[in-house]
């Protein structure tokens, strides 16, 4: 069982994942975010590896990342940021970001090295199903990665059962075309949400993007596993207070 | 897909040789699949060609000259042709390309046309056949370029464009291009993206080749014409995204006894921190849905790049290119923002020809061949001056 089988098979309703960037407010708040995040009932954290071109965020997380740019973050930092942590943080932790990096990183080096600091998922919203298939699929297998695919309201039957068929962790169901943080209205995607419910996939399914407070969490989880947060949390602690208070009074307005 | 089509084509998935691919976030997807999957069918349409052929003659005033520059010819020792885009409709080759878009688009259905431009230039032709098909147009250029191409803004506007600034990273062409991109995210039923050169994702790479391969197929026709021959033994032509170049190369690449030239924006100097000599500074990456040669950091950050011509101010190059470059079919050499402008004025004074900075790059190389006497040389002359005077003037005075 991997690490996200093993929450789903605990925890199948409700689950809250939050998105935060790494070295964002401050390049080594990522250890201190991780640990809040987790104390204050987050099942699972996406770690967002800042990109200077994310073709797919919207300005809150592109501000984020930049910043995180400038604070000094890379990829191998990160890496060292966040080795001894495996025993630390029990709740599945997902690496997000783009392409790009990773492939100058070196893609065989990143999944070595996230697996060792304890990685169990990765998110390249760029990396396409028949590159994936090519070339990463076994990269990714050897080194107990799953990679999360998305899924959109444009999104094919088909091809919705196709990423099912290879996917492993869980489906990231966008709630709709767009990027992150544009507000979204949870009700209008109903039907897409029901198609999605009624097509049984073995795969759990949260749904991201737009999702911000109690009200649209609450909603997506009618349809879902669970919900991603991202911007709302990213704007929550950007203001520079304690992340550890800020991110408890965040969480309690979800929960 | 010809056997021969070695470089001119690529394979299904899009990919020229390593290079290419549709790396799009799945929110595209269904977009670009949808292109893919009829592009082929709507271009190659009797009805399509008719209409698009039409425009190019009538319209963009096609096909352009193919100038014997004698006084040009005389100082380098040889026998230069310029092929005169310079002499299109909106002042340079980028109408080619929206022309036969809008004519997809229209297709397609689409009633929202987005654009990333630079320069302007792309914008402006962009803008223009908008006008031209009553489709609402929305053109994202970078809030630094807005400022220093006011003349191409104040056009587009005219035109009835809507220009928005890209506030986000450096704010020049890279950013206008991921704000389209993310523009298109957003709007995915109604809006077609009509890019501006031959980069972004398969198929529009392939597509904007085939637009403005009209290039090299008058060139073939005018040379049997005028020297009786169809193949010239150079072809020249700067590269940003590399949508001139492709166009002039399109139907010489697998003629390997011509020498293709492509001709990158050197900057202050290669190794000057200050340039966009992609092929030279840069390492494989993906930037824009594409797998290319990338200007980034060791750190895979894109960077940004530096050119007095904004339209070669870009830090990626189309995945033709790429392979071009990576199977050494054509030769990449470079001109730094002196050069260009040197040239330019020689071009200027030699035959009375003011030509665009981009276009002056692929001028600023002649006298780094060495050419026989005998040697058929021609420079795709891709864009007018006009929106350059600023430049220029700044140098008469100086
Ligand atoms: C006159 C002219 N030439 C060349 C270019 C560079 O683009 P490409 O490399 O796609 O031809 C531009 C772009 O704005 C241009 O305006």
């Known amino acids: 069982m991997n690490s996200f089988q093993k929450l789903f098979s605990e925890k199948n309703k409700n689950i809250l994942s939050i998105y935060f960037t790494a070295g964002f407010p401050e390049l080594n708040d990522t250890n201190v975010i991780l640990r809040t995040l987790e104390k204050h ?8 590896m800042p990109y200077s071109d994310p073709l797919a ?7 984020s990342g930049m910043k995180a740019l400038q604070n000094g973050m890379t990829i191998k930092l990160l890496f060292d940021q966040l080795k001894g942590n495996k025993e630390k943080i029990n709740v599945p932790l997902i690496l997000m970001g783009y392409l790009n990096p990773v492939l100058q990183y070196g893609f065989e080096k990143f999944c070595a090295d996230a697996k060792a600091v304890g990685i169990s998922g990765i998110i390249l919203p760029d990396l396409p199903i028949t590159e994936f298939e090519n070339e990463y699929k076994n990269i990714l297998a050897q080194n107990g990665l799953n990679f999360i695919f998305l899924i959109t309201p444009e999104t094919s039957d088909e091809r919705i059962k196709k990423i099912d068929e290879i996917s492993e962790g869980f ?44 009200e649209t969490f609450t909603e997506a989880c009618k349809y879902a596993s669970g919900a991603i947060i991202g911007t709302a949390y990213i704007k929550a602690i950007e203001k520079g207070g304690d992340i550890d208070i800020e991110t408890q009074t965040f969480l309690n307005s979800i929960l | 897909m010809s056997s021969q089509a070695k470089y001119s ?48 003659k009538d319209y963009a005033g096609r096909p352009t000259p193919l100038y014997y520059a004698g006084r040009l010819s005389e100082k380098y020792g040889t026998e230069i042709f310029l092929k005169r885009e310079d002499l299109c409709h909106t002042g340079a080759h980028k109408v080619n390309n929206t022309i036969g ?31 031209l098909k009553n489709l609402e147009c929305i053109v994202y250029m970078g809030e630094k370029d807005i ?14 464009a809507k220009v928005v600034p890209a506030v986000s990273g450096s704010k020049t062409l890279k950013d206008a291009t991921n704000e389209a991109i993310r523009d298109w995210i ?14 972004g994702p398969h198929p529009y790479p392939d597509m904007v080749a085939r637009f403005q391969s009209v290039i090299s197929d008058e060139i073939r026709k005018q040379l049997k014409e005028k020297k009786g021959t169809e193949l010239p033994g150079y072809v020249i032509a700067c590269v940003g995204g590399g949508s001139n170049a492709a166009g002039a190369f399109y139907h010489f690449m697998e003629d390997e006894s011509v020498q293709l030239i492509a001709v990158e924006a050197a900057g202050l100097g290669v190794e000057s921190g200050m340039s966009a000599a992609t092929t030279q500074l840069g390492t494989v990456g993906v930037l824009h849905g594409s797998k290319s040669y990338v200007m980034q950091t060791e750190d895979g950050q894109v960077v940004e790049p530096h050119s007095i011509s904004a339209g070669l101010d870009y830090p990626g190059i189309g995945p033709m290119h790429a392979n071009l470059f990576a199977t050494k079919r054509a ?7 002196d050069e260009a402008v040197a040239a330019a004025f020689e071009l200027t004074k030699l035959e009375g020809i003011i030509p665009a900075l981009e276009s002056a790059h692929a001028l600023a190389v002649l006298g780094k061949i060495k050419f026989k006497k005998d040697d058929i040389v021609v420079v795709n002359l891709s864009g007018r001056g006009d929106k350059d005077m600023d430049t220029y003037i700044k140098k008469l005075q100086s």
Request: aromatic content about 8%; some cysteine.
């Open chain 1, 41 to 48: 009932g987050t099942d699972m954290i996406e770690i967002g």
């Open chain 1, 57 to 63: 965020d919207g300005p809150v997380i592109q501000n």
């Open chain 1, 171 to 214: 489906i990231y169901a966008v709630s709709s075309s767009s990027v992150t943080g544009r507000d979204q209205d949870m009700s209008a995607q109903k039907s897409y949400f029901e198609r999605i419910k009624n097509m049984r996939l073995k795969n759990n399914v949260l749904i991201g993007f737009g999702i911000k407070d109690r």
């Open chain 2, 9 to 56: 084509q690529p394979d299904e998935n899009g990919y020229y040789g390593r290079f290419g691919g549709a790396y799009v976030p799945e929110m595209l997807y269904s977009n670009v699949e949808n292109l893919k999957e009829n592009y082929l069918k709507i271009i190659n349409d009797e009805s399509f060609q008719k209409e698009f052929n039409t425009l190019l």
């Open chain 2, 101 to 131: 878009q809008i004519l997809l688009a229209e297709r397609l259905g689409k009633k929202r046309i987005i654009a990333e431009t630079g320069a302007g230039q792309h914008g402006v032709a962009t803008a223009t056949v908008c006008a």
């Open chain 2, 147 to 160: 400022a220093r191409q006011a003349p191409n803004v104040a056009r587009m506007k005219m035109l009835g």
């Open chain 2, 186 to 199: 957003n709007n995915p039923n109604d809006t077609y993206y009509l890019i501006g050169s031959v980069v």
């Open chain 2, 331 to 337: 030769k990449f050499m470079n001109a730094t923002d």
